[in-house]
């Protein structure tokens, strides 16, 4: 069965750090993107940064800097390091997976808050 598994939210005061990692099963064939989304409260869904092909796309201004995207292409697995976290980042993160198919996460909520 196809998943997608998402691990790493929770609560952090500002400033902080917190590493997500999603990981793709691998009856999800041909790999080819794998991105993180967040969705805040009361906005749409938005792309944060993805690797396609092996290669990093680029990151959303409001993370640039503060978060880095890496991949374990061994174990169809990606982490997002987020650093120095704000409340702004408070979301929803999803993963995205692009095989065949298209496969998304149920998400890991992400709280920054003092």
């Known amino acids: 069965q196809a998943q997608v598994l998402e691990s790493g939210g929770g609560t952090v005061q500002p400033g902080g750090s917190l590493r997500l990692s999603c990981t793709a099963s691998?009856?999800?064939?041909?790999?080819?993107?794998m991105a993180w989304y967040r969705q805040a409260p009361g906005k749409e869904r938005e792309l944060v940064a993805g690797?396609?092909?092996?290669?990093?796309?680029d990151y959303a201004d409001a993370v640039k800097g503060r978060f880095t995207i890496s991949s374990d292409n061994a174990k169809n697995t990606i982490h997002l390091q987020m650093n120095s976290l704000k409340p702004e980042d408070t979301a929803v993160y999803y993963c995205?997976?692009?095989?065949?198919?298209?496969?998304w996460g149920q998400g890991t909520q992400v709280t920054v808050s003092s």
């Open positions: 995205r997976v692009r095989g065949w198919r298209e496969y």
């Open positions: 691998s009856s999800i064939l041909a790999v080819n993107l």
């Open positions: 690797i396609i092909g092996g290669r990093v796309t």
